[in-house]
């Protein structure tokens, strides 16, 4: 099985700017979530989509959003981007929304100039 | 506010001895613990889990150790082994609504010397 995929892997963007990011998960798995990493925070967890649904979401602002399409591939927008959302932004699947362990993608690495 | 806290960001450990990683948890809604291993460019990876049923799991090298009481888990690695360098988060699970979200710490980087 092919894991979990991301495009693009590094993307250069000016302030103010809007961004869209692509997760293909592992096939079969309906649970895609995304997370942003910075230096000394951590994963924060952004939000959870199943069956296109969004079941959780994390402290951050509206300007990040997404959504998950029926064949399970997901999306994160972030518009009026800036400096402080450069970051590794990182999707992981899991086969449904109850299990535990989730399966990560290699990353984004956005950065906001 | 950090419901799961790695208070140290880096530990550096000597071949062939024990590394011990250290995680504190303040949402007592936890029940299910992990810890993955991430290298540089590329996404974490699972590396060995614990239920709150129970206080040890071992898998090879990688024992975790649970302490509910003191809201507490460590991973202890042995022998470590250069290949073993990486940062490595702790996440804590609980059901929120009718799904399980994971919450990640901020992760101790371990540099394992030859």
């Known amino acids: 099985k092919a894991g979990v995929t991301q495009t693009p892997r590094y993307l250069i963007k000016t302030r103010g700017q809007q961004v869209t990011l692509s997760c293909s998960p592992i096939?079969?798995?309906?649970?895609v979530s995304w997370y942003q990493q910075t230096p000394g925070q951590g994963l924060q967890f952004l939000f959870e989509?199943?069956?296109?649904?969004?079941?959780n979401k994390g402290n951050f602002p509206g300007r990040f959003s997404g959504r998950q399409f029926s064949n399970s591939r997901s999306e994160m927008n972030v518009s009026t981007l800036e400096l402080g959302d450069s970051a590794l932004y990182l999707c992981?699947?899991?086969?449904?929304?109850?299990?535990?362990?989730?399966?990560f993608g290699q990353g984004t690495r956005l950065t906001v100039v | 506010d950090q419901q799961v806290k790695q208070n140290s960001p880096s530990l550096s450990v000597q071949e062939g001895r024990i590394s011990i990683l250290n995680c504190d948890y303040t949402?007592?809604?936890?029940?299910?613990f992990l810890w993955y291993k991430k290298y540089p460019a590329e996404g974490p990876t699972f590396l060995i889990s614990?239920?709150?049923?129970?206080d040890k799991n071992e898998d090879g090298r990688f024992t975790v150790f649970l302490n509910k009481s003191a809201k507490h888990l460590s991973l202890h690695i042995v022998p470590s082994q250069p290949g073993d360098s990486a940062v490595y988060f702790c996440?804590?699970?609980?059901?929120?609504?009718?799904?399980?979200?994971?919450?990640f710490g901020s992760g101790t980087q371990l540099t394992v010397l030859p």
């Open positions: 992981a699947s899991r086969e449904i929304d109850l299990y535990t362990e989730a399966f």
């Open positions: 096939s079969g798995h309906r649970s």
């Open positions: 989509y199943f069956s296109e649904t969004q079941r």
């Open positions: 949402n007592s809604m936890f029940d299910y």
């Open positions: 614990i239920s709150s049923i129970k």
């Open positions: 996440a804590a699970s609980a059901l929120r609504g009718s799904a399980r979200q994971l919450t």
